[in-house]
T-cell receptor, first 112, second 113 residues
Framework: NAGVTQTPKFQVLKTGQSMTLQCAQD?????MSWYRQDPGMGLRLIHY???????DQGEVPNGYNVSRSTTEDFPLRLLSAAPSQTSVYFC???????????FGQGTRLTVV | GENVEQHPSTLSVQEGDSAVIKCTYS??????FPWYKQELGKRPQLIID?????GEKKDQRIAVTLNKTAKHFSLHITETQPEDSAVYFC????????????FGGGTRVLVKP
């Protein structure tokens, strides 16, 4: 199994541009989520999904959209990039509640 | 929602000594508490977890304790080694929350040889 795969690993955007961060898992996990990691602030939940067709907001959802059309994929869309969205983004998945999540390798995003 | 506080933010220990990281949580419904280790430039990796029906769990040199009454849990690393140097994160989630983890701010551990 490849586990959780994120693309791209690095990205530089200009303010106002849009883009999609890709996340795919091959473990048949129902639960998927997106976190952002900023220095000194741990990881904060952006959006999550408990199964195909079901998504919900996390702690910091503004400026981001998600969809879950398949069990495997959970893309994160930045609608209009802002410098405040400069961060490292991690996608994660798990097979059940109350279990550890597996993280992807992360995407380092810089918005200039 | 849940709020998790983690202390200290940095911890420097001599190789062979013990390290203790403490976290407090606010939501009494939280019942799953994982700990993650993140090396520089890498993804967080689960190292140990504990559920609310257990007070203590041990795995070789690491152990986690949970006090539900006081709403705090701790990570203990014994006989620290240089490879234990990393950032450690605690987290909490209620089972009914669909694995929405709330993380603490992290502890940077430096083990000095």
């Amino acid at each position: 199994n490849a586990g959780v795969t994120q693309t791209p690993k690095f990205q530089v955007l200009k303010t106002g541009q849009s883009m999609t961060l890709q996340c795919a898992q091959d473990m048949n996990h129902e639960y998927m989520s997106w976190y952002r990691q900023d220095p000194g602030m741990g990881l904060r939940l952006i959006h999550y999904s408990v199964g195909a067709g079901i998504t919900d907001q996390g702690e910091v959802p503004n400026g981001y959209n998600v969809s879950r059309s398949t069990t495997e994929d959970f893309p994160l869309r930045l609608l209009s990039a802002a410098p405040s969205q400069t961060s490292v983004y991690f996608c994660a998945s798990s097979y059940a509640t109350g279990t550890g999540v597996d993280f992807g390798q992360g995407t380092r995003l810089t918005v200039v | 929602g849940e709020n998790v506080e983690q202390h200290p933010s940095t911890l420097s220990v001599q190789e062979g000594d013990s390290a203790v990281i403490k976290c407090t949580y606010s939501d009494s419904a939280s019942n799953y508490f994982p700990w993650y280790k993140q090396e520089l430039g890498k993804r967080p990796q689960l190292i140990i977890d504990i559920r609310s029906n257990v007070g203590e769990k041990k795995d070789q040199r690491i152990a986690v304790t949970l006090n539900k009454t006081a709403k705090h849990f701790s990570l203990h690393i014994t006989e620290t080694q240089p490879e234990d140097s990393a950032v450690y994160f605690c987290a909490a989630t209620p089972k009914a929350a669909g694995n929405k983890l709330t993380f603490g701010g992290g502890t940077r551990v430096l083990v000095k040889p």
